[in-house]
């Protein structure tokens, strides 16, 4: 283990809470909310949603991750980060982290077999499209200029551009 000093542990654990707060709330407090109360899944469409939710929980938390260590942030409004973050995942797409949760949500869509999940699921999708559009760009822009600027033209909104991908030379460090 490594040590902490005070600020990186501050840090640490506004991270910690922001991860418990807004996608724990968005993908675990919600959607269970919307379930009978003695919904048990079972069968294949419960295989298929674990697959789907499983990577959409790995790039959450690698993403509130590259926050804390890149950013010297974390990815809320009320502690922005300190530095651009656009290692990792912010390489091929710019907004990783909402893609995880509208993954981990398609996937509850699936194990649950939920109709009421998937329009969650879709109304999630708009509003994190246009919170990003009408609020968080132009605050980034704002906030790091002509770099985000820049960053926008390189890297898509959603999806990644595939020979980015397949040349991408070096590995991926989520």
């Known amino acids: 283990?490594?040590?902490?000093?005070?600020?990186?542990?501050?840090?640490?654990?506004?991270?910690?809470?922001?991860?418990?707060?807004?996608?724990?709330?968005?993908?675990?407090?919600?959607?269970?909310?919307?379930?009978?109360?003695?919904?048990?899944?079972?069968?294949?469409?419960?295989?298929?949603?674990?697959?789907?939710?499983?990577?959409?929980v790995l790039i959450v938390v690698s993403c509130v991750r590259r926050f804390w260590k890149e950013g010297r942030g974390t990815p809320a409004p009320i502690?922005?980060?300190?530095?651009?973050?656009?290692?990792g995942l912010y390489r091929y797409i710019r907004n990783p982290m909402y893609a995880g949760v509208l993954l981990i949500l398609a996937g509850e869509s699936i194990c649950f077999r939920s109709a009421v999940h998937a329009v969650y699921t879709t109304g999630a999708a708009i509003f994190f499209t246009l919170f990003i559009v009408l609020y968080e760009e132009p605050k980034l822009k704002k906030l790091f200029g002509p770099a985000y600027t820049e960053y926008i033209g390189r890297v898509p909104r959603w999806i990644p551009?595939?020979?980015?991908?397949?040349?991408?030379?070096?590995?991926?460090?989520?």
């Not at 707060?21 to 919904?39: A, D, H, R, W």
């Not at 040349?167 to 460090?173: E, P, V």
């Open 79 to 87: 502690a922005p980060p300190s530095n651009l973050v656009v290692g």
């Open 1 to 56: 283990m490594f040590a902490m000093n005070r600020t990186e542990s501050a840090l640490l654990r506004k991270n910690i809470l922001f991860l418990i707060i807004i996608p724990g709330t968005v993908t675990g407090y919600v959607p269970f909310g919307l379930l009978p109360g003695s919904f048990l899944p079972a069968g294949w469409h419960t295989i298929i949603g674990v697959l789907v939710v499983f990577p959409g």
């Open 161 to 174: 551009k595939v020979g980015r991908l397949l040349n991408h030379g070096d590995r991926m460090k989520i």
